[in-house]
């Protein structure tokens, strides 16, 4: 799994330094939007064409206004899903003397390491694992 840094700050009211890991969600969604002219104003559709012949007989034609012009695009989006949240003391000795970009950097590969071995041991166990026979059969 792919993981990116959700959040990474430190609180000092409970003298924590907090990591947050979470994986990246790409979402595309339809958008209809009103049409605009150069000078901001709505653009409409043609409408219907009428004639209108006035008291003196004379004929003009006229067009209705018609729905507002749209169009449709699709906007992406990206969305960080935290999953799960790391804590370190402040008051670990490790971090004395070191700045801030140290600490978030020791922390960081901290918790890739952690995440390495999380995966290395689910993997072994798995293999140690036989399902049942019968797996995925009707019940």
């Known amino acids: 799994m792919d993981y990116v840094i959700a959040d990474h700050h430190y ?53 209705l206004v018609g729905p507002p012009a749209t169009r449709t695009r699709t906007v992406k989006s990206r969305v960080v899903i935290p999953l799960e949240d790391f804590a370190f003391t402040a008051l670990d000795p490790r971090w004395e003397g070191l700045s801030e970009d140290a600490i978030v ?10 995440l390495r071995k999380r995966e290395k041991d689910a993997e072994d166990a798995a293999a140690r694992l036989s399902p049942m026979p019968g797996v995925g059969d009707p019940l």
């Open 11 to 63: 609180d000092p009211l409970h003298e924590l330094w907090r990591l947050s890991i979470g994986t990246v969600e790409e979402h595309e969604e339809e958008v209809t939007e009103q049409v605009y002219d150069e000078q901001g104003e709505p653009v409409f559709e043609p409408g219907e064409t009428i004639t209108v012949t006035d008291d003196d007989g004379n004929d003009h034609e006229h067009v």
């Open 105 to 114: 950097k020791e922390q960081r590969k901290m918790v890739r390491a952690a």
